[in-house]
């Protein structure tokens, strides 16, 4: 079933601006509801069907939130705390359905309330990644035109400096302070039950920033509708956790990969989550055998630094393992399998889209491939003039679905969506199995003496290194060639610099995949530009502001 071009539902929101600031509805893409479990009412609040729901259907005792120190939310006690936090925003911010409210934290329980809270209240939900500096903060919140904020303590100062450049916020409160205002304080005064505000499903609920891999982030408009439809696609069809796992991982809240799979996910079927502020590999691995996590949510680059400490500890309680953020390479994939007997799952989402539409199950994964289109998406490759391609043509990757691109004021909007398309800005082809494989970023694909190479396919052949950590791959200019490979390489520790093992490297990658190829520029690095989320920022390496 495709979604009409009929009006919007009334709006719940007192203040219009996420409305107003919609694109125009010829801009949007097509919103496709294929399965029946797509079929939400037309008014309904996400946070009440994730949370208030699960203590309606006896789940009250059932452990909701974990954190280091012992802590443990039960349902019950996530609603209390979460209703309390709703009450302070109404009754002492004075927010009113439409506000923007930034949410500023580490992952940890207080923030999965107020992001409930914020929700439930009616308002919009603006996370931000803990290391995101003042010229970074005000951007978000002059874009978003944000007048309140929970923040917390901890992360104070950054915001502090931002606030002089941001008229519009005019309320703050911080939590994690023993402050006779802070959010605890009020909190205790306030009842344990709320006026859940009963929004449009057609209501905006949050307003993602995309991670900006690419340069300067967009901010994406989600609906209620939009939360629950991500929850009941990929984790339905793909993940298939059940109400007796405990999810734990390292991606951000405020990044949709972790908000999705720590956050909502888990609550949609009852389940626990593990939230941990510092989840550097070591100590993701170390929490593991501690809370008996059995989903585990982290990038490739978190797969591969834990690859090695594997036989360190018990892991006999994981199950599954999940991987988005950034391309898995087949090595990193192979190497975590030989150390755990665990195949990832793979997928690739994208912050317009919400969460993961491509996909595929342990039983059905292939090395260097990232899947098929998730049940409920559609998803196709396409040339330069909006054609679908055959089998094997590299192209760009076009999806619809549930959810799809609505950027906040934002001319990159028809950049995104063609026709109808969600077009993410990856290159990929379709195997001869159907699969698609991803080839790289569309504006990372480097072009020398004539010949296409994805970088990403030159990364993967120099991750199968023994002596590489890590590793970007990008196209610099070269006057007889047009570009030539470059690629810039992190070494294992121990590991010695030399011209010798520059030319090991560039043998090894024309020995793995064709010699043209192969790098011919090496540089090494002691790291890697990356945002908060772990992405690679390709862009920081072409320009040379790393």
Known sequence: MAEGANAMNPTAHVDTFARDNLPPRELWPEFVFELPELTYPE?????????????????????????PGNWRWTYAQLLAATNRIANVLVEDMDLVPGNRVLLRSPNNPMMAACWYAVVKAGGIVVGTMPMLRAKELTDIVTKAEISLALCDARLGAELDSALPACPTLKRRVDFHSDAADGLEARM??????????????????????TSGTTGKPKGTM????????????WPRSTLRASADDVFGGSPPLAFTFGLGGLLLFPMRIGAATLLLEKPAPEALLAAIPEHRVSVLVTAPTSYRAMAAHVPEFDLRSLRKCVSAGEVLPAATRKLWKDATGIEIIDGIGATEMLHIFISADEAHSHPGAMGK?????????????????????????????????????DSRQTTYVKNGWNYTGDACLVDQDGYFVYQGRADDMIISAGYNIAGLEVEAALLAHPKIAECGVVGTSDEQRGEIVKAFVVLREGVQESQELVKELQD??????????????????????RTETGKLQRFKLRAGTW
């Open 373 to 409: 289109a998730v049940p409920g998406y559609r998803a196709c490759i396409m040339d330069d003039a909006g054609n679908p391609l055959h089998a094997g043509q590299v192209g760009k990757l076009a999806v619809k679905g549930p959810t799809g691109c609505r950027y906040l004021a």
């Open 222 to 233: 989600h609906f209620h509708r939009d939360i629950l439809a991500a929850c009941d696609c």
């Open 508 to 529: 090894f990658v024309k020995q793995a995949i064709a010699p043209y190829k192969y790098p011919r520029a090496v540089e090494f690095r002691k790291s890697l530009p």
């Open 43 to 67: 008014r309904f609040n996400c946070a009440v069907e994730l949370l208030d729901r699960a203590v309606e259907r006896g789940w009250e005792e059932r452990s909701a939130i974990l954190a």
């Open 188 to 209: 205790k005064v306030k009842a344990e039950t709320f006026a859940n505000v009963l929004t449009s499903a057609d209501d905006t609920c949050l307003i993602a920033f």
